[in-house]
Each structure stands twice: as structure tokens, then as C-alpha cells.
């Protein structure tokens, strides 16, 4: 079920559009002030964030800007004025799509949908064809065979970068250990299936901030491991 982030001072304009996701199957929290908001978005992950504009605390401009410096997720900037919106577009703050208010609650669910499958198909194709994996300050060069994080690069064994881009080439993607073994461990003889949860610890030590609390390999509980974006 897809994450939504709505962060909109306008209590009865949020309750509506958090009713109208959630009737088509979304997930959906809501924040009401600025600075609560950019906290939430920025420690928390989410599929797509809604953004009103004016808000209390952080307005939305700042918010859009820092989110886009660290999150991979299509943001809807809100407004109601037709002016602040060329404003936004203006300042190119990386948002994905602008609305009006007042917008009907149908077109809304229509442009996260829009947006979250575009964002799907894009990274899917990224994360494939391009030799350069860029994503949250992890970037993975795979012909070269080096991995950076935050610009700082990290050594990698043989079997620890072909498990990592074997899974950040197949992103939200769920793998069981057994799987992850066959592939990246096939042609040899040695080990068993705790060489991967072994490897997964070491790799999570190079490229995660919090190793409890995992932002790319996530841990999926009693099936295995999978890489998020
Ligand atoms: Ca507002």
C-alpha cells in the first residue's frame, strides 16, 4: 500500500483529501504544521508528498526544496494562488505537479496515481540500463565496480557488490535468501544460505546511516530482503 504524506494547515481541506486516498487504497498521514511536516517527511519514508504552499512553521517552498535533496518521491505542490504556482515553477524546487485550489478530490487521486507510476517506471528503467546507480546519496558505478556514500567511497568484496547491485538493479523487489544465494552464489560449492544474511550485514555497515533502521536494504520478516527506492 502506497505511503501519503499530506502536510496542509487546512484541517477540513486535508480530512478530504486523506478520505479520498484512502477510499482508493492509499495509506495516508496528515500534518498540519510546517515544521512537524518537513520533520516527518524527511525521517520517515513515503511514497508521495502533497504539499499546501502557506503553512505554519516551514512554509512549503522550503519544505519541496529539502525533500527533493533527500528523498526519491513525487511532490504535489497546493496552492490557491495561480500566482504562487508560477512562482514555484519559477524557482524549479524539483516539485512534480502543481494544483489549485479549490481542485476536485477525484482529480487529486488521479495525479498521486499518475505520478506514483510514472516514478515506478522510471526508477525501474534507471536501476537497469544505467551504469550509474544514483539514489539518497548512495551512488553505485557498476561497470567500474566502486560504490560511494555521500561522496565518500566505500570498498566493497566481489560477492558484497554483485549482492548489492544484484538488488538495486531489481528494486522493491522481494528476495528470500535462498533466491539471493542462487544468484549471486551459484557456480560455487561453499557456503550456505547465512552467507547472505552475513553479507547483508556488511553491506548494510558501508551504506546505511542507521543500520537498525535501514533505508535501502530493507529487511521483509520471515521472506527475505528487499531494496528500496
Ligand atoms: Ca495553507
Known amino acids: 500500500m502506497s505511503k501519503v504524506l499530506i502536510i496542509e494547515d487546512e484541517v477540513a481541506i486535508a480530512d478530504l483529501e ?3 486516498l484512502e477510499l482508493s487504497g492509499f495509506n495516508v498521514e496528515i500534518e498540519n504544521d510546517g515544521n512537524r511536516g518537513l520533520a516527518r517527511a524527511l525521517n520517515e519514508e513515503f511514497d508521495i508528498y502533497i504539499l499546501d504552499l502557506m503553512l505554519p512553521g516551514t512554509d512549503g517552498f522550503e ?18 494562488k ?3 504556482i508560477d512562482k514555484i515553477r519559477g524557482l524549479g524546487l524539483g516539485a512534480d505537479d502543481y494544483i ?6 477525484s482529480e487529486l487521486v488521479a495525479r498521486v496515481k499518475a505520478h506514483l507510476s510514472r516514478y515506478e517506471r522510471l526508477i525501474n528503467s534507471n536501476m537497469q540500463e544505467n551504469d550509474v546507480i544514483e539514489l539518497r546519496g548512495l551512488k553505485i558505478d557498476k561497470t ?3 560504490v560511494w556514500v555521500n561522496e565518500e567511497e566505500k570498498q566493497f568484496t566481489t560477492k558484497e557488490f554483485d549482492l548489492l547491485c544484484f538488488l538495486a538493479q531489481n528494486p522493491n523487489r522481494v528476495f528470500s535468501k535462498e533466491e539471493l544465494f542462487r544468484q549471486i552464489w551459484a557456480l560455487e560449492s561453499v557456503g550456505d544460505i547465512a552467507t547472505v544474511t552475513v553479507h547483508i550485514k556488511k553491506i548494510r555497515e558501508k551504506i546505511e546511516y542507521n543500520t537498525a533502521k535501514p ?12 531494496f528500496k527506492v
Do not use: H
Not at 525533500?67 to 505542490?77: D, F, G, Q, T
Not at 489549485?100 to 478530490?105: A, H, I, N, Q, R
Not at 533505508?215 to 528487499?226: H, L
Open 82 to 84: 495561480k500566482d504562487d
Open 63 to 80: 519544505i519541496c526544496k529539502k525533500i527533493r535533496e533527500n528523498k526519491n518521491a513525487p511532490i504535489l505542490m497546493v496552492s490557491a
Open 100 to 105: 489549485t485550489k479549490p481542485f476536485s478530490p
Open 215 to 226: 533505508q535501502y536494504i530493507e529487511t521483509i520478516w520471515g521472506v527475505g530482503y528487499r
Open 18 to 20: 486523506k478520505d479520498y
Open 144 to 146: 567500474a565496480r566502486r
